[in-house]
């Protein structure tokens, strides 16, 4: 069996995050990292990985897309504990929307001929959470998302899915695509050992010409051709120090209920 988990290398959300030039993310201003809703889907696949009685058979494929730095996101995936990675990385990609994203994605998979594809819920730069549905129009493949579990049986793929008022059993038929949700289970930290091994697991290097891609595809990649752009940005104001009420006089109450009303916290 092989599995195939997406992975996203994002800035990191503790970082001095902003827009570049050209209106897309500045991936080179703050620190990156592997998109911490994308650890739950690797640490998923994992777990199914471990619960096949297969003598080591199922394989673990790290897939992503973006520039250089986005192999990181794979070397924390392997050193959790995938097998292997496979690293879309072309520069005419740059500033693709979420349809573009998709497209590609989708080739790769096909490429690729998994049992399964396991997923974030959204990425933790864009959180937009469409591509799985997308991934799984584009392939002709059932989908199954935001599970809080996941398990598998047989040519079945199980997943609960958790409401506000009520939870959903969801089953699909493999193959099939599947995204998994921060309640699925607290990913594992990468052991010495892992770290290690991960080291010597392989890493492919695709550009868009490895891929089936037909014209028309081709013609939705990069910025110019993305569906939504942004135009202008400003950066958020730095923090002021709070107002101060002292409440020397008894006015203390009557300035607090005010600031209250005019919030509209109350």
């Avoid at 101060?244 to 109350?266: C, H, M, N, P, R």
């Amino acid at each position: 069996m092989k599995i195939v988990t997406l992975v996203k290398y994002v800035p990191d959300a503790t970082g001095d995050r902003g827009f570049a030039d050209d209106g897309t993310v500045d991936r080179e201003a703050t620190d990156g990292l592997l998109s911490e809703l994308d650890e739950y889907a690797v640490e998923q696949a994992l777990q199914l990985a471990d619960s096949q009685d297969s003598g080591g058979d199922v394989e673990v494929v790290a897939l992503t897309l973006g520039p250089d730095d986005a192999a990181d996101a794979i070397k924390r995936a392997l050193q959790m504990g995938a097998t292997s990675g496979v690293h879309i990385n072309d520069e005419s990609v740059h500033g693709s929307d979420a349809l573009a994203t998709s497209a590609i994605l989708a080739a790769a998979i096909r490429k690729l001929e998994p049992d399964l594809v396991v997923a974030g819920m959204a990425s933790t730069d864009g959180t937009m959470g469409v591509v799985p549905a997308m991934l799984s129009e584009r392939l002709g493949w059932p989908a199954a998302t935001l599970g809080a579990t996941l398990s598998l049986a047989g040519t079945t793929a199980t997943i609960r899915r958790d409401g506000d008022t009520a939870s959903q059993t969801i089953e699909v038929a493999l193959p099939a695509i599947v995204s998994v949700t921060d309640q699925s289970g607290e990913p594992r930290y990468p052991s010495m050992k892992g770290i290690l091994a991960a080291k010597k697991k392989p890493v492919d290097d695709w550009e868009i010409d490895d891929l089936d891609l037909d014209a028309e595809v081709n013609g939705q990649v990069g910025l110019a051709n993305a569906w939504s752009t942004v135009k202008d940005t400003t950066p958020r104001p730095p923090k002021e120090a709070g107002r101060q009420v002292t409440d020397e006089d008894g006015s203390g109450a009557a300035a607090l209920t005010e600031f209250l009303v005019s919030g509209k916290y109350i």
